[in-house]
């Protein structure tokens, strides 16, 4: 892919991908037309209470969010897919919620032309009690721990290999592909399908469901150990390496382009990297797009991370050569 970007916007470089730092829905306008196969994001979302990060109000979360799917909309492939991870929220001083991430999907889909491919949950089983005010205090609600993930794509049939995602079987299935007739018998069916014969295939692993179990506990990653080292503050949210994982190897193949327009401190470029996907990441605060670059030198020495990231700090666009801390990972 032939990029025309701004020098000044480019803040490092891998053997795989480009960090820059801007506003991504005008960086957006540099990309090819149809050149991106995923993207996978994660935006500030509507809460209350104003973050460091930045974050848009409520009643006007859908159009500002609405100008970033217009501009991806125009760079992504027909067989693209655009993941939006989306936190819900209440509104203000009430015990009901904000229909924000609902109003996003609809305007994603009546107004600028994407496909709902399907609907994901992230279940964060190690978030908080939140709000504090309804939950903890007066306990009349649950504790808030599911995420919406939208999957949109351009087309009706975009790119997707479930098989490339397969779970783990459970202890009972293991049981039952050892020996299908012991464990399950079925009646005839009017389809005439053989169950028990479905059964008794190992295709390595169970299709998972649309419901994503993973705990955002990465406190011992090596962002974090060199972001202490360096007395700097680290990107306050952060998603497990684990999330974009899971849709990057069911919605790509090797060498294809991941784009993250939001990626803070950029968990989606790295594991692009480390599974042989070419990535681009753009980030509005060029401190935070910079820093990032310390999740690519894992294994340096401390003077050298404190010296390359002087430079990114100077303003220098820096090329970091992995060697072979990052081997591209099958699928």
């Known amino acids: 892919m032939k990029l025309d970007l701004p020098s000044d916007k480019q803040v490092y470089r891998t053997p795989r991908g480009l960090q820059l730092w801007g506003d991504s829905a005008e960086l957006l306008g540099h990309l090819p037309e149809q050149s991106v196969d995923l993207v996978m994001t994660s935006p500030p ?10 974050n848009e109000e409520q009643d006007k979360y859908v159009e500002w969010l609405g100008k970033f799917g217009e501009a991806a909309f125009r760079v992504l492939k027909d067989s693209g897919s655009f993941v939006l991870d989306l936190g819900g929220a209440y509104k203000r001083g009430k015990p009901v919620r904000s229909l924000y991430n609902y109003r996003v999907l609809l305007d994603f889909c009546d107004r600028l032309g ?4 399907e609907e994901f949950f992230w279940f964060n089983p190690s978030k908080l009690p939140s709000p504090i005010e309804w939950v903890n205090k007066r306990k009349i609600r649950a504790k808030d721990s599911v995420n919406t993930l939208w999957w949109f794509s351009r087309s009706a049939e975009p ?3 479930v098989t490339r995602v397969l779970v783990p079987y459970s202890e009972r299935m293991k049981r039952l592909l050892k020996d299908p007739d012991k464990y399950y018998r079925p009646k005839a069916r009017p389809s005439g399908h053989d169950i028990a014969k479905a059964f008794g295939k190992d295709n390595g692993g169970a299709i998972p469901s649309n419901l994503l179990q993973i705990p955002n506990t990465e406190s011992n990653s090596g962002y974090l150990r060199l972001c202490k080292m360096l007395q700097r503050d680290r990107h306050p949210a952060r998603f497990p390496s684990a999330l974009p994982r899971f849709f990057i190897q069911f919605l790509t193949d090797p060498e294809d382009v991941v784009l993250d327009i939001f990626s803070g401190s950029n968990t989606t470029g ?3 990297e480390e599974l042989g996907r070419r990535w681009i990441s753009m980030e509005l605060d060029r401190e935070y797009a910079a820093l990032s670059a310390v999740r690519f030198m894992n294994g340096w020495s401390n003077d ?7 430079r990114l700090d100077a303003g220098e666009t820096i090329e970091i050569d992995l ?3 990052f081997q591209a990972i099958p699928g």
């Open 270 to 272: 790295q594991v692009a």
């Open 159 to 161: 790119k997707a290999d």
């Open 45 to 54: 979302f509507a809460l209350l209470r104003q973050k460091a990060y930045g």
């Open 323 to 325: 060697g072979l801390l």
């Open 114 to 117: 994407y496909e709902l491919a």
């Open 304 to 310: 050298e991370v404190r010296a390359s990231v002087a």
